[in-house]
């Protein structure tokens, strides 16, 4: 499952000088603030600032670097309601229309109606699986450049640098595609076979570092930067710019106070926003930065934090979160068929390749997921089979290749079976038995004889001594185990809001997650409701597939263009003055 001239730009599209030092880290390339010392004068303004450099962002920064969606009159969209729609101003770009009015009615397979009606404009019908041609047509205006810095931790396309290479995308290949570039033409148009168009994250990655310097937005970019923290600050009468006494993370909307300065929220005129961090260099040096922004866009994906289980022995070192880890174990060797089998918890996708891994590598498998195999969540439920014969095949495992009771306890509940664990793992580990009941028949019980499955189990402890112990309905079982891959899902980490974001959760109680409390936002502009000029995007608001989450880039996009030039601000330089461009270092923003 799962981007120059001069030498000014590296592969990744790091701003470089001739020397090889990073730009973020000269005065000259974009303000900077030194985090122990308060400077003579405040650093300029950047209109906009996005965290993250992931297809979130790409996409954000292409809408955003003068490109302009249109109805393209060639063609017909499918939706004769929204085809209407189109035609009454067919001489507007879309980022100029009412998205509102554009989404109403159309249904789709995101929550944010923006998000449905991009991806009908990209690729109609496409639940249908007709493979019709956009309806739109890109311009670029450079007079219509809004100057942005994305910021991220690697290269251009975010986490999908480090999925593992030998996997396949859930989406088909053509929908993790950004707008103005087809994918089919920088993959040599390979498909695999004539029901699938999958791709794998190499090809993915690449992708995405392609579209960003053939679409010319590397100046945009500043790479192998860690954003530690966002603060909201206030602009005084005069045009100055003082702390306030409020950080991110009080959600007060309403007008605040600092060094005696009022400070009034108007949607992007009066608060300004402080993004500190720094960007590790050569020799893993850590160049710190300050800068100020207009507005702030959150685009960090949703893979910064696993999930944890919360037992005793989770931070044992044979206990991971990532399926990377496995293929290291594998790699080196320390796995084999001749090891003792791994647990791997979890009834999702990730857990899945990680089975796919081990099972290719013969290493042997206890498979532990707390829901029954006849749950209609579960994701294999929804995959054609067609499409993902590797997942239908862990299915079946699942549902065939399950644990006979071997070793049973009389524990009633999970209270007793913590106080009892280590008494339990220090009696014999059976070897897990398969249940020949459920086997009867099942022509694809041979798939892989070392695996064993666990519905309706979870773990209870995980050992020193390499044992772990697992509760199913009324009984206790206990096993030697090689390691322990924990693969529950993944949180964002917002560690660099106060309070890690918290309030800007549809319910302020909980903790932001992607699938259970996403971030609050206007719908058709993907603002914060909680916090004007802060906007969130992709996982963060549920669009947890590419297809779908280039819609928060269209709404954002739309917003700001909308709002700048309803102000007369909108700044047509035509280029980023933050970052060199080739030989030229611009000071314009010192």
Same mark, same amino acid.
């Given at each position: 499952?799962?981007?120059?001239?001069?030498?000014?730009?590296?592969?990744?599209?790091? *701003?470089?000088?001739?020397?090889?030092?990073?730009?973020?880290?000269?005065?000259?390339? @974009?303000?900077?603030?030194?985090?122990?010392?308060?400077?003579?004068?405040?650093?300029?303004?950047?209109?906009?600032?996005?965290?993250?450099?992931?297809?979130?962002?790409?996409?954000?920064?292409?809408?955003?670097?003068?490109?302009?969606?249109?109805?393209?009159?060639?063609?017909?969209?499918?939706?004769?309601?929204?085809?209407?729609?189109?035609?009454?101003?067919?001489?507007?770009?879309?980022?100029?229309?009412?998205?509102?009015?554009?989404?109403?009615?159309?249904?789709?397979?995101?929550?944010?109606?923006?998000?449905?009606?991009?991806?009908?404009?990209?690729?109609?019908?496409?639940?249908?699986?007709?493979?019709?041609?956009?309806?739109?047509?890109?311009?670029?205006?450079?007079?219509?450049?809004?100057?942005?810095?994305?910021?991220?931790?690697?290269?251009?396309?975010?986490?999908?640098?480090?999925?593992?290479?030998?996997?396949?995308? &859930?989406?088909?290949?053509?929908?993790?595609?950004?707008?103005?570039?087809?994918?089919?033409?920088? /993959?040599?148009?390979?498909?695999?076979?004539?029901?699938?168009?999958?791709?794998?994250?190499?090809?993915?990655?690449?992708?995405?570092?392609?579209?960003? $310097?053939?679409?010319?937005?590397?100046?945009?970019?500043?790479?192998?930067?860690?954003?530690?923290?966002? $603060?909201?600050?206030?602009?005084?009468?005069? +045009?100055?710019?003082?702390?306030?006494?409020?950080?991110?993370?009080?959600?007060?909307?309403?007008?605040?106070?600092?060094?005696?300065?009022? =400070?009034?929220?108007?949607?992007?005129?009066?608060?300004?926003?402080?993004?500190?961090?720094?960007?590790?260099?050569?020799?893993?040096?850590?160049?710190?930065?300050?800068?100020?922004?207009?507005?702030?866009?959150?685009?960090?994906?949703?893979?910064?934090?696993?999930?944890?289980?919360?037992?005793?022995?989770?931070?044992?070192? %044979?206990?991971?979160?990532?399926?990377?880890?496995?293929?290291?174990?594998?790699?080196?060797?320390?796995?084999? @068929?001749?090891?003792?089998? &791994?647990?791997?918890?979890?009834?999702?996708?990730?857990? *899945?390749?990680?089975?796919?891994?081990?099972?290719?590598?013969?290493?042997?498998?206890?498979?532990?997921?707390?829901?029954?195999?006849?749950?209609?969540?579960?994701?294999?439920?929804?995959?054609?089979?067609?499409?993902?014969?590797?997942?239908?095949?862990?299915?079946?495992?699942? =549902?065939?290749?399950?644990?006979?009771?071997?070793?049973?306890?009389?524990?009633?509940?999970?209270?007793?079976?913590?106080?009892?664990?280590?008494?339990?793992?220090?009696?014999?580990?059976?070897?897990?038995?398969?249940?020949?009941?459920?086997?009867?028949?099942?022509?694809?019980?041979?798939?892989?004889?070392?695996?064993?499955? %666990?519905?309706?189990?979870?773990?209870?402890?995980?050992?020193?001594?390499?044992?772990?112990?697992?509760?199913?309905?009324?009984?206790?079982?206990?096993?030697?185990?090689?390691?322990?891959?924990?693969?529950?899902? /993944?949180?964002?980490?917002? %560690?660099?809001?106060?309070?890690? +974001?918290?309030?800007? +959760? $549809?319910?302020? /109680?909980?903790? &932001?997650?992607?699938?259970?409390?996403?971030?609050?936002?206007?719908?058709?502009?993907?603002?914060? /409701?909680?916090?004007?000029?802060?906007?969130?995007?992709?996982?963060?608001?549920?669009?947890?597939?590419?297809?779908?989450?280039?819609?928060?880039?269209?709404?954002?996009?739309?917003?700001?263009?909308?709002?700048?030039?309803?102000?007369?601000?909108?700044?047509?330089?035509?280029?980023?003055?933050? &970052?060199?461009?080739?030989?030229?270092?611009?000071?314009?923003?010192?």
């Amino acid at each position: 499952m799962f981007d120059g001239t001069g030498g000014c730009v590296d592969v990744g599209g790091t *701003a470089r000088t001739k020397a090889g030092v990073p730009a973020l880290a000269q005065v000259a390339a @974009m303000p900077l603030l030194e985090e122990t010392t308060l400077p003579q004068e405040h650093p300029p303004t950047v209109p906009v600032v996005i965290i993250g450099n992931g297809p979130s962002g790409i996409c954000l920064s292409y809408l955003l670097s003068g490109y302009k969606p249109y109805l393209d009159t060639a063609t017909v969209h499918p939706n004769p309601i929204l085809y209407r729609k189109l035609q009454e101003t067919k001489h507007l770009p879309i980022t100029e229309q009412d998205l509102e009015y554009l989404s109403e009615g159309l249904e789709g397979r995101s929550g944010n109606p923006v998000a449905v009606l991009f991806d009908t404009l990209l690729h109609p019908n496409a639940d249908y699986g007709y493979e019709f041609p956009p309806v739109l047509q890109w311009r670029r205006d450079k007079q219509q450049h809004l100057p942005h810095l994305v910021l991220g931790r690697a290269t251009p396309g975010g986490a999908w640098h480090a999925m593992e290479g030998s996997m396949l995308t &859930i989406s088909l290949g053509i929908w993790m595609e950004l707008p103005g570039v087809n994918y089919r033409d920088l /993959t040599d148009g390979k498909r695999r076979d004539v029901t699938s168009d999958r791709a794998t994250p190499e090809e993915i990655s690449s992708y995405y570092r392609n579209y960003v $310097q053939l679409k010319g937005l590397q100046k945009n970019f500043v790479d192998n930067t860690y954003v530690t923290s966002v $603060q909201k600050l206030c602009r005084g009468h005069d +045009g100055q710019t003082d702390e306030g006494d409020v950080q991110v993370g009080d959600g007060r909307n309403e007008g605040f106070v600092g060094s005696g300065v009022e =400070c009034v929220d108007d949607g992007g005129g009066g608060v300004l926003w402080e993004v500190r961090g720094y960007q590790q260099v050569q020799n893993d040096t850590h160049v710190p930065f300050c800068l100020f922004a207009e507005n702030v866009v959150l685009a960090t994906g949703a893979s910064d934090s696993p999930i944890r289980l919360g037992v005793e022995g989770e931070d044992l070192p %044979f206990v991971f979160h990532s399926i990377s880890d496995l293929g290291l174990a594998v790699g080196r060797r320390k796995l084999d @068929m001749n090891s003792d089998p &791994i647990l791997i918890v979890g009834a999702g996708l990730s857990a *899945a390749d990680a089975v796919l891994c081990a099972c290719n590598s013969n290493i042997r498998v206890l498979h532990v997921f707390r829901k029954s195999v006849d749950d209609p969540d579960l994701i294999f439920k929804q995959l054609p089979k067609t499409l993902y014969p590797e997942y239908h095949n862990v299915y079946n495992m699942m =549902c065939s290749q399950t644990y006979t009771n071997v070793a049973t306890s009389s524990a009633p509940n999970r209270p007793q079976a913590v106080s009892i664990a280590s008494s339990v793992c220090a009696k014999m580990c059976p070897k897990p038995q398969l249940a020949t009941g459920n086997m009867a028949g099942n022509a694809s019980v041979g798939l892989f004889p070392d695996y064993t499955s %666990f519905p309706e189990h979870c773990v209870v402890s995980l050992q020193s001594d390499m044992k772990c112990l697992l509760q199913g309905i009324n009984s206790l079982k206990a096993f030697k185990i090689s390691m322990v891959l924990v693969l529950i899902g /993944t949180n964002p980490n917002l %560690f660099f809001l106060k309070g890690q +974001g918290q309030y800007l +959760g $549809q319910d302020p /109680t909980k903790p &932001i997650s992607c699938k259970q409390n996403t971030i609050d936002i206007h719908p058709y502009t993907f603002e914060c /409701t909680k916090e004007p000029g802060l906007f969130a995007m992709g996982p963060l608001v549920g669009d947890n597939f590419v297809r779908f989450l280039k819609g928060g880039a269209l709404g954002i996009a739309s917003c700001l263009l909308k709002r700048l030039k309803k102000k007369g601000e909108l700044i047509s330089s035509g280029g980023n003055n933050f &970052i060199p461009d080739g030989e030229e270092s611009s000071t314009r923003w010192l």
